[in-house]
């Protein structure tokens, strides 16, 4: 299948922070890797998820995926085209097809428009509709997010934080996107909240057609709403494959650390175990070889010592760990002497 969106190598970078003392020292300015070496591809029609613990640079993928920030190394492409190479209506196009939902909705709203004049503003910068027609689009997707068609002649401070994100969610809507990339929409919101707006944008996903990338450090909600999920720790991915299939059988230490520590469904049953020992490294300072090597049950030597390539193994979805890789060498191994399927 093509890919809609591809990331490719995708470096990022920002300059750490630096105090007087260290400048007047001649120390050099300290850089923080917020993504290094970042591959993967958004195919049609599909919610790809991607998890990780804060600071791994969830974020900072999101803004490259949407145009937002200029990757230092690495590209983005959309329908085969380097994002960084589009100029004038391409460029326009781009940002109009690619949209993005943010944590705090106030991020894509004026609060001094009512919310029928932004979605409005939208759709004429746009020109989706016909001046004429405006009227009624805006109606149109204000029901679309299961809003009262008087909202639109409110503001947003006048909603909830869950009522807030439906409206950021029919701001995206409004120029007809192919894709919606969604950071940590729900993160703010009470749990019985973020069901509803889970399943709104499950049930927009579906009804349109629409691509999503679900960004989030929830897992259970990646299980609920997504395809494909790729893992990220320090500004890498470490696991890409089908939800289920990671959630069956994660390959990836850290995944599987990760899936360990998800609140059981079973209600009043918590978890005991915390996601991981030790700390999360800074970014300002990964450690050599596999970042996650300090932190991991089964390093070995060489994990210090060499960073492990998210590679595709026939019959694997992507992990990058040597040790998983020895797994799997073995398994087909063990599968080519005795050949099945
Ligand atoms: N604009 C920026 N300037 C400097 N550092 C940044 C900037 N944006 C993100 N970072 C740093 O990059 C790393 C990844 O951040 P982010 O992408 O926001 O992670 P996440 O969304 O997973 O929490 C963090 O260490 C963060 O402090
Ligand atoms: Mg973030």
Redesign the pocket.
């Known amino acids: 299948m093509t890919a809609l969106l591809t990331t490719t190598d995708l470096a990022m970078r ?3 922070r630096h105090g007087l003392t260290d400048l007047l020292r001649g120390i050099p300015r300290p850089v ?1 890797r ?2 290094d070496g970042v591959s993967l591809d958004v195919r049609p029609g599909e919610t790809l998820g991607i998890v ?12 490259c995926l949407v145009g937002l920030h200029r990757p230092n190394a690495g590209a983005v492409r959309y329908q085969g085209t380097d994002i960084a190479t589009l100029r004038g209506s391409a460029r326009q196009a781009f940002h109009r097809q690619v949209q993005m939902v943010f944590q705090d909705p106030y991020g894509s709203l004026n609060p001094l428009m009512s919310v029928g004049a932004s979605l409005a503003e939208a759709l004429a910068v746009h020109r989706i509709v016909p001046p004429a027609d405006i009227p009624r689009r805006v109606q149109d997707l204000l029901d679309r997010v299961h809003l009262p068609a008087t909202a639109a002649n409110r503001y947003p401070h006048e909603f909830s934080g869950g009522q807030r994100q439906r409206i950021g969610i029919a701001r995206a809507l409004a120029v007809e996107p192919k894709i919606i990339v969604a ?2 929409p729900v993160s703010a919101l009470d749990v019985s909240v973020q069901a509803q707006i889970v399943n709104l944008l499950q049930e927009l996903q579906t009804s349109l057609g629409l691509t999503l990338v679900f ?1 989030t ?1 929830d897992l259970r909600l990646v299980r609920h709403l997504t395809h494909r999920v790729a893992v ?1 720790y320090l ?1 890498r991915i470490v696991e890409l494959g089908p939800t289920e299939d990671v959630f069956a059988s994660a390959r990836h230490p850290y995944t599987q650390a990760l899936l360990r520590a998800v609140p059981r469904l079973v209600p009043g049953q918590r978890s005991r175990d915390v996601a991981v020992r030790g700390e999360l490294p ?2 300002l300072a990964p450690p050599p070889g596999c970042a996650f090597h300090p932190r991991c049950q089964r390093a070995e030597p060489d994990c210090a010592a060499t960073v492990p390539a998210l590679a595709l193994r026939e019959g694997h979805w992507p992990v990058a760990c040597l040790q998983a890789d020895r797994a799997i060498a073995h398994s087909s191994t063990i599968a080519t002497s005795t050949p099945s399927v």
């Open positions: 920002f300059p750490g923080v917020a993504l990780g613990e804060s600071g791994c640079g969830k974020s900072t993928l999101a803004r950071d940590e960004i450090h990220m500004g800074s970014p």
